[in-house]
């Protein structure tokens, strides 16, 4: 008999032997089951607030103007176990203490603006842009060790090219709503990824503009992590002004909202 098979033949022995050891024991082994039931709910939070975080922007009443905020917003994820996808959505509010019903209209502009031109100084929309009392709305995330302020190292400038060559517009068909902010629920035009709301043009020094991938999943953001900036990101935004405006809003300021909603589940 060769070596081979001796030391089959003593493995088979010993593993007949275990099993019936086992039997005889039976009985003198007791198990302890836990169920676990895990509640973690998805949350996101802009400027540290879960309602409305408010901006202003000013305009000298050029047609069609680029407005941008004079600082970035912090987007994060606050659940405390759950990654989750950010949807984004934009609809008019009645201005304050107005009696119209509504007021401007989003300009569904697409998402990669083709044949889309700017003026000479890159401050105002020329073709493809809002006609009267309507709006274009564009949105950029960026790392989350961006500056505050709009220029290098942070969000695009209202002049800045990034805002065309990146998908960055928000279009009506997935989730838009004239005075009320509601869900994305078709497709994933609206949804922060790699390709799309994310300021590519950014430097790799300044951090991660693009979704942290969380697990490996594309687009998904982790719970927020202070020391390495998984979880948040600075949110970038541009206002394209309509080409003229009505006197309907009674020298009120017009309001538009962004939402930003949490959704997926990995």
Same mark, same amino acid.
């Given at each position: ?15 007949? &032997? ?67 996808? &950010? ?8 201005? %304050? ?19 889309? %031109? ?11 842009? *809002? ?32 805002? $065309? ?27 922060? &990824? ?42 970038? %935004?541009?206002?394209?002004? *309509?080409?003229?405006?009505?006197? $309907? ?18």
């Amino acid at each position: 008999m060769n070596k081979l098979l001796k030391v089959a033949l003593v493995l088979a022995v010993a593993s007949m &032997w275990a099993r019936q050891a086992f039997a005889a024991h039976a009985s003198q082994i007791g198990h302890m089951a836990i169920q676990v039931e895990l509640s973690c709910t998805q949350g996101v939070s802009v400027d540290g607030t879960s309602y409305v975080s408010s901006y202003t922007v000013s305009s000298t009443g050029l047609a069609s103007a680029y407005l941008v905020p004079g600082s970035s917003a912090t987007v994060r994820n606050t659940s405390s176990c759950a990654a989750e996808l &950010w949807q984004l959505s934009v609809d008019t509010m009645t201005p %304050a203490n107005s009696t119209i019903v509504k007021g401007w209209t989003h300009h569904n502009d697409p998402l990669v603006a083709a044949g889309h %031109a700017n003026n000479a100084a890159g401050t105002a929309c020329l073709i493809n842009c *809002p006609a009267a009392d309507e709006y274009g709305f564009q949105a950029l995330f960026a790392s989350s060790s961006t500056a505050a302020s709009y220029g290098t190292g942070g969000c695009p400038l209202a002049s800045a090219t990034d805002w $065309d060559t990146n998908v960055s517009t928000i279009v009506v068909k997935d989730g838009y709503a004239n005075n009320d902010a509601v869900t994305v629920t078709t497709g994933t035009a609206n949804t922060y &990824w790699n390709t799309q709301y994310t300021f590519t043009g950014q430097s790799v020094a300044n951090g991660k503009p693009g979704p942290d991938n969380f697990s490996g999943a594309a687009g998904y953001m982790g719970p927020y992590v202070q020391a390495t900036g998984v979880g948040q990101r600075a949110l970038c %935004a541009r206002v394209t002004l *309509p080409s003229t405006v009505s006197t $309907d809003t009674n020298g009120q300021p017009e309001v538009i909202r962004l939402s930003i909603f949490a959704a997926g589940s990995l």
